[in-house]
């Protein structure tokens, strides 16, 4: 859990605007996920990438885009298509290998629009 | 695609009681159920998992239980202290094509543990 960091820890935006939320790991872990928490919700999947330069949409993928040029960076840009985009953002990584299905999860990034 | 519910919302139980919540999963492939703790405004974090090949397991005062049958499983939680106060979530986990775990979470069970 140390290994994933998550910057910035809260995010202001006006409506409009585009962010990026940054997502770092230093854990060598293979596959790497952005979900989005609200109250009273559980986690639901907005974007996976399982290696480099290959990524796939989850469940709500709409509005939001990302990349993955290294394996320890995996950033989600939340556009302005994104209509409700006020909530709690976590990352999670996992190591392939192993037959190991554990999911680690980065501290959050909390993103108000205002 | 899978769906998982889970009961009760909120559960408040006195110190020292036990705390039972449950999930119920619709896709009979899912094949990991891991249950992570939460707490306010920090990160989930893993307490216990299980597979499907296995019916049970335990880890202190913490136990996982599976009924692949009835495609439901259950978490408890012994001697319940105030430190348990949290938000747990249950989730179901499918493998799909290229090693990928597909990961559903429940919508969250809010324990409070009264000294």
């Known amino acids: 859990d140390g290994g994933i960091t998550q910057s910035p820890k809260y995010l202001f935006r006006k409506e409009g605007q585009n962010v990026t939320l940054s997502c770092e790991q230093n854990?060598?872990?293979?596959?790497m996920y952005w979900y989005r928490q609200d109250p009273g919700q559980g986690l639901r999947l907005i974007y996976y990438s399982q290696i480099v330069n290959d990524f796939q949409k989850g469940d709500i993928a709409e509005g939001y885009s990302v990349s993955r040029e290294k394996k320890e960076s995996f950033p989600l840009t939340v556009t302005s298509a994104q209509k409700n985009p006020t909530a709690f953002y976590l990352c999670?990584?996992?190591?392939?290998?192993?037959?190991?299905?554990?999911?680690?999860f980065g501290p959050g990034t909390r993103l108000t629009v205002l | 695609g899978e769906n998982v519910e889970q009961h009760p919302s909120t559960l408040s139980v006195q110190e020292g009681d036990s705390a039972v919540i449950k999930c119920t999963y619709s896709d009979s492939a899912s094949n990991y159920f891991p249950w992570y703790k939460q707490e306010l405004g920090k990160r989930p974090q893993l307490i216990i998992d299980?597979?499907?090949?296995?019916g049970e397991k335990k880890d202190q005062r913490i136990a996982v239980t599976l009924n692949k049958t009835a495609k439901h499983f259950s978490l408890h939680i012994t001697e319940t202290q105030p430190e348990d106060s949290a938000v747990y979530f249950c989730a179901a986990s499918l493998s799909i094509a290229g090693g990928y775990q597909k990961v559903t979470f429940g919508t969250g069970t809010k324990l409070q543990v009264i000294p």
């Open positions: 854990l060598n872990h293979d596959a």
């Open positions: 299980i597979r499907s090949n296995v």
């Open positions: 999670a990584t996992r190591l392939l290998a192993g037959g190991r299905y554990e999911q680690f």
